[in-house]
T-cell receptor, first 115, second 111 residues
C-alpha cells in the first residue's frame, strides 16, 4: 500500500455517460497528479494540483475535468469520452512542488474502458 | 520535443543473475532522473533516483548509472529475484521542471 487509493478500480462506460474517478491520499501531501497510461506508451501527465490550486493542465481535452476540493482528495470527472480514452488512469501525490522533493507516490489506478 | 526511450521492450533473465535495463534521453539539460517499477495491477513505485551531478547511485540491490555524454541511464538489479518481475521505466526532469517518462521495459525473471 502506497497510501494513495483510487476508486473505482475498473470502470466501463459508454460515450454518452458521465462518471467520476476518485483519488485519496493519506500521506499528508500537498501536491496531487492525474496521469494517463495507455498500453505500450509512456505515462502522460494530465493535471497537477499544489495546495488545491491547479498548476498544470497538459493540453487535456475538456471532456476531462479535474477537481481538487482539498489536499487529500482529487477527482477526475469524465463526460462524452471517446474509445481512445480507454486507459489506466493513475493518481499520484508528492509532498509538494518545492525544489528537491520529487518523489511521487502512485495509486493502483482505475482501468477505464469506453465502449 | 522530449524523448525518453528504452532499448529493449522485454528482458528475460535467470533468477540469481544480474539485470541491466537501459534508457536513453534526449535533453542534455535534464538534471534529475528516476527509475520506477510497475507490477501488474499496481501503480508505479519509486525505486531510485539520481541527479545530473552524479554518475552512479546505489540502493539495496539496485544501482543507477548516468552517462551524460551519451545521454544514457541504466538500472542494474543484482541477484534478480522472481519478485523483480515487472515493467521498469525511467523518467527525466527537464529544465522547466517537467517530467517525461519512458514507455517501459518488461523484466521476466525465470526460476
Amino acid at each position: 500500500e502506497t497510501g494513495v487509493t483510487q476508486t473505482p478500480r475498473h470502470l466501463v462506460m459508454g460515450m454518452t455517460n458521465k462518471k467520476s474517478l476518485k483519488c485519496e491520499q493519506h500521506l499528508g501531501h500537498n501536491a496531487m497528479y492525474w496521469y494517463k497510461q495507455s498500453a505500450k506508451k509512456p505515462l502522460e501527465l494530465m493535471f497537477v494540483y499544489n495546495f488545491k490550486e491547479q498548476t498544470e493542465n497538459n493540453s487535456v481535452p475538456s471532456r476531462f475535468s479535474p477537481e481538487c476540493p482539498n489536499s487529500s482528495h482529487l477527482f477526475l470527472h469524465l463526460h462524452t469520452l471517446q474509445p481512445e480514452d480507454s486507459a489506466l488512469y493513475l493518481c499520484a501525490s508528492s509532498q509538494d512542488l518545492v525544489e528537491g522533493i520529487y518523489e511521487q507516490y502512485f495509486g493502483p489506478g482505475t482501468r477505464l474502458t469506453v465502449t | 520535443g522530449e524523448s525518453v526511450g528504452l532499448h529493449l521492450p522485454t528482458l528475460s533473465v535467470q533468477e540469481g543473475d544480474n539485470s541491466i535495463i537501459n534508457c536513453a534521453y534526449s535533453n542534455s539539460a535534464s538534471d534529475y532522473f528516476i527509475w520506477y517499477k510497475q507490477e501488474s495491477g499496481k501503480g508505479p513505485q519509486f525505486i531510485i533516483d539520481i541527479r545530473s551531478n552524479m554518475d552512479k547511485r546505489q540502493g539495496q540491490r539496485v544501482t543507477v548509472l548516468l552517462n551524460k555524454t551519451v545521454k544514457h541511464l541504466s538500472l542494474q538489479i543484482a541477484a534478480t529475484q522472481p519478485g523483480d518481475s515487472a515493467v521498469y521505466f525511467c523518467a527525466e526532469r527537464d529544465n522547466f521542471n517537467k517530467f517525461y517518462f519512458g514507455s517501459g521495459t518488461k523484466l521476466n525473471v525465470k526460476p
